[in-house]
């Protein structure tokens, strides 16, 4: 008898298909999602990306207005702030603990991602810059086993990825944090604490340029 793996439901493929395109920096602040839009778009039905839309706007990836519109929302300067500090207070230490449980193939696929991620900086393709990027860090966070902090962690993201792809716009790949190098050689000399940093690092200066960038826009 032939064996058959369970198809996703639609809700589920749906909202990953939008979470990726908020994750990949296709949906830009300020971007007007549209539930038709989204059903030409991922080829779905109105209801699964009914639900989807519902579910990332509870998670705040999505803002529902009073007009009935939904937008990527625009960050202010306070909510990057908090950003920083939450993604500071636990990306590292996922780090830390997935560089604990990484062998050398798990090593070896990181490296992988780090150079499809080091060609995106060099042919300047900021969108695989963010694809990668977050490859790099979910890979190496889901390591870590946990169960509570890495679903917080996306969810951090999500709220992160598009104004970080407008600062790579705005800056261009060249000028973009890359880290990884320096976590992977800390991985591959068994040190924890220096991975931890690593990515403590990288967080901070892509997110401190979305911060100077948001606030010399800001009035007065």
Known sequence: MDSF????????SVYRGIRDLILSGDLAPGHPVTIQGLVARLDAGVTP?????RRLTSEGALQFHDNRRVTVPI????QVDELIFARNALEPELARRGALRAGAREIDRLAGIDAAHTAAIAEGNTRQYMVQNHR???TLYALAGTEVILPVV???WLRSAPALRVMCGRFGTSNLPDMHQAALKAMRAGDPAGVAEAIRLDILQGMENVRELLAAAQPG
């Open 136 to 138: 790099f860090h979910m």
């Open 5 to 12: 793996a369970p198809r996703e439901p639609a809700h589920l």
């Open 75 to 78: 960050l202010s300067v306070a």
């Open 49 to 53: 990306v009914r639900e989807a839309i």
């Open 154 to 156: 996306e969810a951090l």
